[in-house]
DNA sequence: GGCTTATCGCAAATCATTCGCAATTGCGTT
DNA sequence: AACGCAATTGCGAATGATTTGCGATAAGCC
């Protein structure tokens, strides 16, 4: 509650800078990312912000996403599913781990397979501009670790 | 040239099995994957059947390209451009590594980088079903190394 | 050769996402 | 507080990849 109305003045400062507009579907937008722990699809976050403006509309749900896409604000991901799904991009670099059976997101990081992939690109001759990384996996019997935690819809 | 018949008549057999047919057009399209050496798409795959039998249909290769995949024949991969790009999968595990300037695909596997992967999922309570790892990058000035090059079209 | 039904070609249907455009609304300027 | 204009919105139509319904065709078994 607290960050997240830091976080939309400081977008709407760079809005500014940008000659754009803050308006209220954007900020009902960011609102409702901010407050997302998972990695809702374009339709998932139209449904949320809907219910506090049931004016606003897919479209620019979708203008909006591209736009704090190119801002750097959000990640978009594309997972099997095909469609593409966003998260709020103020944490550090990760990647994830679908559980196959719930459509639950894990969120994990690995220096290690980081610096492989550098290698590996590096022996082909190439430099590595981004990356995708997605575990499709089964939850264990027995096992009960936690770490970050994200559910998706 | 050689084990490309062999090939089809064995997939012929599973396509008995099953109770289905093989015709023309999934002979035609069978060949064409085999002797495909890139990650061609659907209408990649049309374009160059099509050269040989014209009477063919798009709906066809796509209703042949599921058929193909369910039955194991071939993987499709969908890279960041959205479409669904496929390979034959009578070879050895492997990740592709894309060239975001001219979008050729180059394979690579790395037992180090599945081994990790599983050592996270692991941590994570999680066993893995598949998983899907990309590398965009940029070819690097005076380096010359190659390996298990494939363009895409 | 004939029969059954899997398969095909074609056109229409989906589905996620984008676009065109007229109506609206931020917001810097009076 | 009102003005003016470009940025933005909502809506519906357009797109592009992939799927599907259906009548016509052709595998494969007798």
Tied chains: 1, 2.
């Excluded at 978009?76 to 679908?98: K, M, P, T």
């Excluded at 001759?125 to 998706?152: N, Q, W």
Aim: net charge negative.
């Amino acid at each position: 509650m607290k960050g997240i109305d830091k976080r939309v003045a400081l977008f709407e400062e760079e809005l500014r800078r940008a000659g754009l507009r803050m308006t209220q579907q954007r900020r009902l937008i960011l609102r409702v990312l901010a407050e997302a722990d998972d990695h809702p699809d374009a339709k998932g976050i139209f449904t949320r912000a809907f219910a506090h403006d049931p004016t606003l509309s897919l479209s620019t749900v979708y203008r909006t996403m591209k736009l704090l896409e190119t801002q750097g604000a959000i990640e978009r991901h594309a997972f099997e599913d095909g469609v593409s799904r966003y998260e709020h991009a103020d944490q550090h670099h990760h990647d994830h781990l679908i559980d196959v059976e719930t459509g639950q997101v894990v969120e994990f990081s690995s220096p290690e397979i980081e610096a492989l992939q550098a290698k590996i690109a590096a022996e082909l001759g190439y430099e590595i501009v981004r990356h995708r990384l997605e575990l499709y996996g089964r939850k264990m019997p027995g096992t009960s670790k936690r770490k970050d935690v994200a559910k998706a819809d």
